[in-house]
T-cell receptor, first 117, second 114 residues
Framework: AQKVTQAQTEISVVEKEDVTLDCVYE???????LFWYKQPPSGELVFLIR??????QNEISGRYSWNFQKSTSSFNFTITASQVVDSAVYFC??????????????FGTGTRLTVIP | NAGVTQTPKFQVLKTGQSMTLQCAQD?????MYWYRQDPGMGLRLIYY???????DKGEVPNGYNVSRLNKREFSLRLESAAPSQTSVYFC?????????????FGSGTQLSVL
């Protein structure tokens, strides 16, 4: 069964600090997709990135970067020079089929990031 | 750019009452989903609709029913609300329902069942 673990429940950093959000996943699938979503205080989840299991290249998008390592089943997310607008709950998710066969996204429990000005 | 619109945003019910959560998307997506978000548990799939006219159970379907009224609309009904259904409910959509697709989410409905 698919499982995503985000061990960090809450993180607080001071503005301009770097912060890494951890994500560890479990799957028996050989082909799968990993995602990060951001949930700002407004509540709506916003897609950040998607990686497939065959592409282990790290990705950088502005202040955001992602480190995908199959050897450790991890897909960590780093924010460089954090800003107050980065304050949100961040979810890591893994694609797969649930027990009913439905295509599903399996979400971690989320990490609440607070950036202090 | 409305995207995915959910109504209502907040609702308080008494145990045993019924209600329907409405969801509509304007992106011409084929697939739509209902998730619930509970503290410490992330989001869990309740039901989904791969395409107009089809619906399937997700991880936690008990106590819910759904209707895919047309391509745009996907409603979630609680026939007899229970306190265990207190949660934040999210509707989402994706273009074709493939596992590699990103989901577009509504802003959520906060439901309390007393």
């Amino acid at each position: 069964a698919q499982k995503v673990t985000q061990a960090q429940t809450e993180i607080s950093v001071v503005e301009k600090e770097d912060v890494t959000l951890d994500c560890v996943y479990e799957t028996r699938d050989t082909t799968y997709y990993l995602f990060w979503y951001k949930q700002p205080p407004s509540g709506e989840l916003v897609f950040l990135i998607r990686r497939n299991s065959f592409d282990e290249q790290n990705e950088i998008s502005g202040r955001y970067s992602w480190n995908f390592q199959k050897s450790t089943s991890s897909f960590n997310f780093t924010i460089t020079a954090s800003q107050v607008v980065d304050s949100a709950v961040y979810f890591c998710a893994l694609s797969g089929q649930g027990v009913t066969g439905a295509n599903n996204l399996f979400f971690g429990t989320g990490t609440r990031l607070t950036v202090i000005p | 750019n409305a995207g995915v619109t959910q109504t209502p945003k907040f609702q308080v019910l008494k145990t045993g009452q019924s209600m329907t959560l409405q969801c509509a998307q304007d992106m011409n997506h084929n697939s739509m989903y209902w998730y619930r978000q509970d503290p410490g548990m992330g989001l869990r799939l309740i039901y989904y609709s791969a395409s107009e006219g089809t619906t399937d159970k997700g991880e936690v379907p008990n106590g819910y029913n759904v209707s895919r009224l047309n391509k745009r609309e996907f409603s979630l009904r609680l026939e007899s609300a229970a306190p265990s259904q207190t949660s934040v409910y999210f509707c989402a959509s994706s273009e074709t329902g493939l596992t590699n697709e990103k989901l577009f989410f509504g802003s959520g409905t906060q439901l309390s069942v007393l």
